[in-house]
């Protein structure tokens, strides 16, 4: 691999490694509390497991994609990486589709089952998950992207070395 390519490579992973980790960090920082007609709310991600679930895998996330920076490329641990890039993909798809749900609970409420929305009450804490959620978005968009190329060229690698 080129050094260019290696560069693009790394900044990639980096990049990806910087959403995530930003993700994790807002999430895990967003605690609020307000008073309602003398009751106080208090809202922290700790209080929802799948905004805990979201904070973990994010961090697995982040975690991961700076320790494979490290490996070589055309290393029998390349094949590996593919493999732990979709399981990580997975978990990462998994805390979005949890974290979005309850979100979208948190926001709207569900009348159906009686269950008041907290966000006109609690406005900065809806706001800081959201931001949240975006940054891991954009950071599982650029990761599912760059393990489509990384496959993309392992098949097509693949089909050269057959003829």
């Not at 009751?39 to 979201?54: C, G, L, R, V």
């Not at 609970?105 to 406005?123: D, E, R, S, V, Y």
């Not at 949240?132 to 990761?143: C, D, K, N, R, W």
Request: net charge positive.
């Amino acid at each position: 691999m080129s050094k260019a390519l290696r560069s693009i490579f790394i900044f990639v992973r980096v990049g990806i490694a910087a959403a995530c980790a930003v993700a994790a960090i807002i999430m895990a920082t967003s605690h609020y509390s307000t008073n309602f007609f003398g009751i106080t709310m208090e809202a922290k991600f700790q209080y929802t497991p799948s905004f805990k679930f979201f904070v973990i895998a994010n961090a697995i996330a982040s975690a991961y994609n700076l320790v494979v920076v490290f490996v070589p490329t055309g290393s029998p641990l390349s094949g590996l990486v593919i493999m732990c890039d979709t399981i990580v993909v997975m978990l990462l798809t998994g805390a979005m589709a949890a974290t979005g749900a309850i979100s979208e609970l948190g926001k709207h409420g569900n009348a159906h089952a009686g269950w008041l929305p907290i966000c006109n009450q609690i406005q900065a804490y809806c706001d800081h998950v959201s931001g949240s959620i975006i940054s891991a978005f954009v950071g599982l968009i650029v990761f599912v992207l760059f393990m489509l190329y990384n496959i993309f060229k392992i098949v097509s690698l693949d089909l050269h070395a057959c003829r």
